[in-house]
C-alpha cells in the first residue's frame, strides 16, 4: 500500500514539475516580446481593420465585431482622399487599417455608440468585388 501511494505520489510530481516548466517557458517568450513592443504598441492606441465609408459628412468604420462612428478630423479626410481612388460609386466601402483612439463619450452628430479618431493610416485597398453586395434600384 505504502508503494502504490509512494509511486502516486513520485508521479503526481513528475506531472507538476513538467507543467510547471512549460508555463516557464511560455512566460520567457513572452516577456522577450513584451520587450520587444515597439513605441507604437504602448501609445494607447487601438489597430483596427475594417470597411470605411465616408458619405455626405458621416463617416463610419466596420469591423468584423463592432460599428464604430469616425470623428471628422484632418486625418479623416486624408483617409478619405485615399479611398476615393478606389470606389466607383460615392456610397461604395473600402478596406482600411488604421490606428485610432476608441471613445463612448457622447457626440450631438455621431449617435454610434463606439467612435474612434484616426490617428495613423496604415493601409488602404478596395474591397474585393464578390464583398461589394448592392443592390442599386434605378428610376
Known sequence: ????????????????????DSKSENQNTSNSSSEEKTVKQNDGLTHLKGEFVYYD???VLQTHA????VLITDKLKELDKQAQQYKSEP?????????????????????????V?????????????EDNKV???EN
Open 1 to 20: 500500500m505504502k508503494s502504490v501511494l509512494l509511486i502516486l505520489l513520485a508521479s503526481f510530481t513528475v506531472l507538476t514539475s513538467c507543467k510547471n
Open 57 to 59: 459628412g458621416a463617416a
Open 66 to 69: 463592432n460599428i464604430y462612428g
Open 91 to 115: 456610397t461604395d466601402m473600402v478596406l482600411v487599417e488604421i490606428r485610432g483612439k476608441i471613445t463612448n463619450q457622447k457626440d450631438e452628430k455621431i449617435l454610434w455608440e463606439n467612435k
Open 117 to 129: 479618431e484616426v490617428m495613423e493610416i496604415l493601409n488602404v485597398k478596395p474591397t474585393p468585388k
Open 135 to 137: 443592390i442599386k434600384l
